[in-house]
């Protein structure tokens, strides 16, 4: 690596040596491979070290004539496949990603076999069952060149599942490129697409290639492809069906071999109904389909990816990053997140600036998400619903983050309040002592969150009086 010496590097003449090191208790943070020309010794080795360390990453580096194992090395438990030449870069960009992510993404009960490293602050979280389930139908459809629909609420992950299935696939050592078809008019993204001639200011006619041409053998992701015009649109299916294309302006037919992905979140289905939306082009595409459910559905990930984004967005701005306090986590669970994983890391990014987590819920963070009879409380929240009385009975049908935080730190001081008097055996000035707070303030916290005696005790106030009842 040559970038920090808290990495300690070993080498070992072949892959032999290496499982025999891994068996004899031997513990490396990352293992590189390096497959000699037709060897197939390798891929045994690799199943069996995955059965032993199945969080350990294991990088393979193999040889142009072998790209036949790529995937059964990748099937086999392999976090990446490197072709000979190597690239210093290259390598030494996999290595620091994948390190990065032994270090800083894993939450201490949660392996690494959960947490897929994509690229460079781009990780795949496969923690609950239904995105183990949507990993495993990516790896399928990973091998297809066919087009394939990524369907899925705005920030859900829909990119990130095109980016794994574009890793997971044979086209993975070309480039992946993403278009958003709503952020361009529609002039542009013909040509942003398909190319155009460029002639400036009388100077000989240029010919500028578009995307698909740019691209070629990788993968291409349409993001929001219903915003995508009616005449690009036939354009598209042309490309789809036939692989080529007439370059606009020109009477030039290109050809281009490249994989199809489309992305949305709108109904796609009823842009067909409302003719904003070509039949035929919707059941080529929705042949193969993804769904990418919503954070809400997923919450065992919450936390893991919380942390990724602390310590991503840590780097990037060169801050430490902040633990969440247990209040703070616990509201998260509890919160439905409408924005999914875009609203997750605006709200880490505004922690992580601020430390002061009032302002992180505070800005950008509705009132009231749930705002019609398909979306109510009972649906996504996981927490009890508290007891009449509580401080919690004031969040009403509203689950913002911002009253769920609140919510959550009242429960906390009213049962260390409760504690506090049992401890001391109800006296109320001991008890205020032991909380470090005035005894009138005690006194008010206990009337206003309806703190009571069990029946028949007895309530000492340190003055020599007891008297018997309820506080109220």
Same mark, same amino acid.
């Given at each position: ?17 290496a ?30 070290l ?5 969080a350990?990453?294991?990088i393979l580096?193999g040889?142009?004539?072998d790209?036949?194992k ?33 270090c ?5 009960e949660?392996t ?11 990780? $795949?979280?496969? %923690?609950?069952?239904?995105? #183990?389930? /949507?990993? +495993?139908?990516?790896?399928? !459809?990973?091998?297809?060149n066919a ?19 574009h890793?997971?696939?044979?086209r ?19 040509k942003?697409l398909?190319?155009h ?9 240029q010919i ?8 070629a ?6 993001d ?26 020109? $009477?030039?037919? %290109?050809?281009?071999?490249? #994989?199809? /992905?489309a +992305?949305s979140?709108?109904? !796609? ?14 059941y ?5 389909t ?36 247990a ?33 992180a819920l ?5 009132e009231s998400i ?6 109510t409380p ?8 508290p007891s ?12 913002s983050?911002?009253s ?8 906390a ?5 409760t ?16 909380l ?15 703190i ?21």
């Open positions: 690596m040559g970038e920090s010496s808290s990495w300690q590097l070993e080498i070992v003449p072949n892959v032999w040596e499982m025999e090191n891994v068996q004899s208790g031997t513990q490396p943070d990352l293992l590189l491979l390096d497959l000699p020309p037709g060897d197939i010794d390798g891929l045994h080795i690799l199943r069996w995955h059965r032993l360390r199945p350990l990453p294991i580096i040889h142009p004539g790209l036949r790529r995937r059964e090395a990748i099937r086999l438990g392999a976090r990446d496949y490197l072709v000979r030449p190597l690239d210093d870069r290259r390598l030494a960009t996999v290595i620091r990603d994948h390190l990065s992510i032994v800083e993404s894993a939450e201490p949660t690494t076999e959960d947490v897929e490293l994509i690229n460079e602050g781009i990780i $795949f979280v496969a %923690v609950s069952p239904i995105m #183990r389930k /949507l990993r +495993a139908q990516a790896g399928l !459809l990973a091998d297809s087009p394939l629909l990524i369907v899925g609420e705005r920030g859900a992950g829909k990119e990130t599942t095109a980016r794994l299935i890793k997971l696939s044979p993975s050592d070309y480039s992946f490129t993403k278009v958003n078809c709503a952020a361009l008019p529609g002039d542009l993204l013909e942003e398909f190319g001639e460029w002639n400036r200011n009388h100077s000989p006619v500028r290639s578009g995307k698909l041409e740019q691209n053998q990788g993968t291409i992701l349409l929001e492809i219903t915003e995508m015009p009616l005449d690009l649109q036939g354009n598209l299916m042309r490309v789809l069906q036939n692989k080529r294309f007439m370059r606009p302006g020109t $009477f030039t037919e %290109v050809e281009v071999d490249i #994989r199809v /992905l +992305a979140s709108a109904n !796609l289905e009823h842009a067909v109904s409302e003719n904003k939306f070509r039949e035929d082009l919707y080529l595409l929705s042949a193969y993804i769904h990418v459910p919503p954070l809400r559905d997923r919450k065992e990930e919450i936390r893991l990816l919380s942390r990724h984004f602390m310590y991503k967005l840590a780097k990037q701005y060169g801050l430490t990053p902040r633990d969440f306090p209040s703070t986590c616990e509201a998260c669970q509890a919160y439905s997140w409408p924005g999914n994983l875009r609203e997750l890391e605006a709200f880490v990014r505004r922690y992580l600036m601020t430390g002061d987590e009032t302002q505070g800005a950008g963070q509705a749930f705002t019609n009879g398909a979306s009972s649906a996504f929240f996981t927490r009890p619903a009449a009385g509580s401080p919690a009975d004031n969040i009403g049908s509203a689950g983050l911002r769920l935080v609140q919510s959550v730190k009242l429960e001081e009213k049962n260390a309040i504690i506090a008097l049992e401890k001391t055996g109800w006296n109320r000035k001991a008890a205020a002592r032991l470090k707070i005035s005894y009138r303030t005690l006194l008010y916290k206990i009337e206003q969150y309806q009571k005696v069990v029946e028949s005790a007895m309530l000492a106030d340190g003055d020599g009086q007891s008297r018997t009842g309820r506080i109220s």
